[in-house]
């Protein structure tokens, strides 16, 4: 509780193994004969019990903090409004995103958010099958360049 950490899941409905077994050694944990599968997202419990989703465990923004990319971005489009945005660790900084026009690159909306910068850039990638998440693999090699 309070501690974010990778979300497991197990029960009736839960697939225990992959065809030939591909794959179960990166998804699926093993305790006192129970399987559980790791589902790569990050989320914390809070003190009703309530499971808050802080985004995909590889997208982790900070170590420290820990901070993750949901945490940020829904802080900013609280303060910003419904603006086309995302957080992301590049080259070992966390910078918040947000599509030209919408917010300026400020020294101040960054420590706001916890994050190392604010950028801006033409268009946030979307994933192609979705067109509603952001595409975090597209944004890194797009601020890497």
Not at 10 to 18: N, Q, R
Not at 38 to 65: F, H, Q, S
Not at 68 to 84: I, N
Not at 112 to 117: A, I, K, M, N, T
Request: a positive charge.
């Amino acid at each position: 509780q309070g501690e974010p950490g990778e979300i497991v899941v197990a029960g009736d409905h839960v697939v225990t193994s992959y065809v030939g077994g591909i794959g179960n050694a990166e998804s699926k944990i093993n305790v006192a004969g129970k399987v559980w599968h790791r589902t790569g997202d990050a989320g914390v419990i809070d003190a009703k019990g309530r499971l808050w989703l802080l985004g995909r465990c590889a997208y982790r923004l900070k170590e420290t903090l820990p901070l993750y990319p949901l945490q940020v971005e829904a802080q900013a489009r609280a303060a910003l409004g419904p603006v086309p945005l995302a957080a992301a660790k590049v080259a070992g900084k966390a910078v918040l995103v947000v599509e030209s026009g919408k917010a300026a690159d400020d020294t101040a909306l960054a420590t706001q958010f916890r994050v190392d910068r604010v950028l801006t850039v033409k268009k946030i990638p979307l994933d192609r099958r979705h067109q509603s998440k952001v595409d975090y693999a597209s944004l890194k090699a797009l601020l890497q360049r």
